[in-house]
């Protein structure tokens, strides 16, 4: 709700222009993707891939929206790992309480609008503990880089988070070649 997908696509864009990085996919995981392969999380990591909230998505609308985290302590671990050994890093974008209730009162009555107000405050609240460090439901995922932005700022403006992100993921990749 704040720039997830133009914050992914300004990186992709800084990874082509800045270090050469062609054909960088822009993945986005969903409640129903298993974690083991065919369709799941380990088949699907891969060198080169920028994902939009990634396997959170799972934890915060698993406990949210569905009562419990997708799947368990042990599991987020896992793909933690796997995210870890395939190069990657995990950057959270999170609205301040303000600008988030703001967005929320503007686009909660849109059509195709997935989820009301009240959940897409719950959803906002829990992403904020996650990027405070504190966990959730005793599960504590890797975040490399939090970004929580006030009334305005968008991610994907933030220029010099772009490339600091692009330089470190260019750097974790270079690593594995």
């Known amino acids: 709700m704040i720039g997830k997908s133009m914050f992914c696509d300004a990186v992709r864009a800084r990874l082509y222009d ?17 974690l ?3 369709s799941g999380y380990a088949f699907r990591f ?6 939009d909230r990634g396997h959170m998505s799972g934890l915060v609308y698993g406990d949210v929206v ?9 599991e987020y671990r896992l793909i ?11 950057v959270l974008l999170t609205a301040t309480p303000a600008w988030y209730e703001d967005l929320v009162n503007q686009h909660s009555h849109r059509d195709g609008e997935l989820y009301d107000r009240t959940t897409n405050l719950a959803v906002a609240q829990v992403f904020a503990q996650l990027g405070l460090g504190k966990g959730w439901m005793g ?4 975040i490399d880089v939090w970004l929580h932005c006030g009334i305005g700022q968008y991610p994907s403006a933030n ?19």
């Open 18 to 34: 800045e270090h050469g990085m062609a054909n960088v996919g822009r993945e986005h995981f969903t409640a129903a993707d298993a």
């Open 36 to 38: 083991l392969p065919p």
């Open 46 to 51: 891969k060198t080169r891939m920028v994902s």
């Open 66 to 74: 569905r009562g419990k985290p997708d799947h368990t302590p042990e």
């Open 80 to 90: 933690d790992g796997l995210m870890l050994a395939a190069g990657g890093m995990m």
């Open 139 to 142: 599960i504590r995922p890797v």
């Open 159 to 177: 220029t010099e988070l772009v490339d600091q992100v692009a330089a470190r993921y260019a750097t974790l990749q270079e690593a594995l070649a």
